[in-house]
């Protein structure tokens, strides 16, 4: 069930958040965005708006062989959206900023929900503050289990990206008022956040991404092009299961038509190499290029 209380109402607040957190300094600074590149290519969230409820499911083979089945599940309230994700960017950012600073970092962490809806390009009206509630909702609900297999050997372990998460609210002459929110990271989430040289920058112009499938290609040309690369391709069978999408195949090849006439992606151009306007899925070719290098994420 998702945690979210006032302090003063809820007297399991300090078994749940037994160390106060500092309060984070704002990301508004930042010139790019972190994310971890372990996982940016992978469909571990909702490209919807909708409320998705039905798993995700991804396989993935390791080059040194291990094969790994994820599974992405969500609650009622459904599948953290890769819009939620910004919110987990974003304390990623700040979090590597202070360890670039030799500044302490830990999983509890608390921000002002205004820093981070300014940061993310969004309003801060009643309704910003409601999606953002939403979204803490959907991320703590979020369970990605995951069943390795390697060799003779197997082993199943679930995660979330959030263990708990409250609002803390003072009086003022309006009424109670949200002056910020606390998050307890998931050790998962953290250890991901944290591990040095484990992460891989963003232009922040991807913040201003509003198509779930055009910030998915865009993570997918950041890790599989990046800086020192000019082009990657993949076969169209291939990137619709790295989207995650619900929609058939022939869907998303509308959608990346659609994307290279709007010249949407950041830094990026794509390409469709098909030998026929009907071949398979396996058979057409979706090439991602470098646009301007200087725009280009870096390790």
Same mark, same amino acid.
């Given at each position: 069930? +998702?945690?979210?209380?006032?302090?003063?109402?809820? @007297?399991?607040?300090?078994?749940?958040?037994?160390?106060?957190?500092d309060?984070l300094? +704002?990301?508004?600074?930042?010139?790019?965005?972190?994310?971890?590149?372990?996982?940016?290519?992978m469909?571990?969230?909702?490209?919807e708006?909708?409320?998705?409820?039905?798993?995700i499911?991804?396989?993935? /083979?390791?080059?040194? %062989?291990?094969? =790994?089945?994820?599974?992405?599940?969500?609650?009622?309230?459904?599948?953290?959206?890769?819009?939620?994700?910004?919110?987990?960017?974003y304390l990623?950012?700040?979090?590597?900023?202070? @360890?670039?600073?030799?500044?302490?970092?830990?999983?509890?962490?608390?921000?002002?929900?205004?820093?981070?809806?300014?940061?993310?390009?969004?309003?801060?009206? /009643?309704?910003?503050?409601?999606?953002?509630?939403?979204?803490?909702?959907r991320?703590?609900g979020t369970?990605?289990? %995951?069943?390795?297999?390697?060799?003779?050997?197997?082993?199943?372990?679930?995660?979330?990206?959030?263990? +708990?998460?409250?609002?803390?609210?003072?009086?003022?002459?309006?009424?109670?008022?949200?002056?910020?929110?606390?998050?307890?990271?998931?050790?998962?989430?953290?250890?991901?956040?944290?591990?040095?040289?484990?992460?891989?920058?963003?232009?922040?112009?991807?913040?201003?991404i509003?198509? %779930?499938?055009e910030?998915?290609?865009?993570?997918?040309?950041?890790k599989?092009v990046?800086?020192?690369?000019?082009?990657?391709?993949?076969n169209?069978?291939?990137?619709?299961?790295?989207?995650?999408?619900?929609?058939?195949?022939?869907?998303? /090849?509308?959608?990346?038509?659609?994307?290279?006439?709007?010249?949407?992606?950041?830094?990026y /151009?794509?390409?469709?190499? +098909?030998?026929?306007?009907?071949?398979a899925? =396996?058979r057409?070719?979706?090439i991602?290029?470098?646009?301007?290098?200087?725009l280009?994420?870096?390790?």
């Amino acid at each position: 069930m +998702s945690y979210v209380a006032d302090r003063e109402n809820d @007297m399991t607040t300090q078994a749940r958040l037994p160390v106060q957190p500092d309060l984070l300094a +704002s990301a508004m600074h930042l010139p790019t965005i972190k994310n971890d590149i372990d996982i940016i290519s992978m469909p571990f969230y909702s490209i919807e708006k909708s409320t998705r409820t039905k798993p995700i499911v991804f396989n993935y /083979k390791y080059s040194g %062989g291990t094969h =790994v089945q994820f599974i992405i599940k969500g609650t009622s309230d459904g599948i953290a959206t890769i819009y939620d994700k910004d919110i987990i960017l974003y304390l990623h950012s700040v979090l590597v900023d202070r @360890m670039n600073r030799n500044e302490p970092v830990s999983p509890l962490v608390e921000f002002t929900a205004h820093d981070f809806l300014k940061w993310a390009n969004r309003g801060t009206g /009643k309704t910003d503050y409601l999606r953002l509630e939403a979204a803490l909702k959907r991320l703590h609900g979020t369970v990605i289990s %995951g069943n390795f297999t390697a060799r003779d050997e197997s082993m199943e372990s679930g995660v979330h990206y959030i263990e +708990s998460f409250e609002f803390k609210r003072v009086n003022t002459k309006r009424g109670r008022v949200l002056s910020s929110i606390v998050v307890q990271l998931s050790t998962w989430t953290f250890a991901k956040l944290t591990e040095a040289g484990r992460y891989i920058s963003m232009d922040k112009r991807y913040l201003e991404i509003q198509g %779930g499938i055009e910030r998915r290609l865009y993570e997918i040309a950041t890790k599989h092009v990046g800086r020192e690369k000019h082009r990657f391709e993949i076969n169209l069978q291939s990137l619709h299961e790295w989207i995650g999408s619900q929609a058939p195949v022939r869907k998303l /090849k509308a959608n990346i038509k659609r994307i290279i006439e709007d010249d949407s992606l950041p830094g990026y /151009k794509l390409r469709i190499d +098909s030998p026929s306007a009907r071949a398979a899925a =396996v058979r057409t070719k979706i090439i991602f290029l470098r646009d301007n290098p200087r725009l280009v994420a870096a390790r």
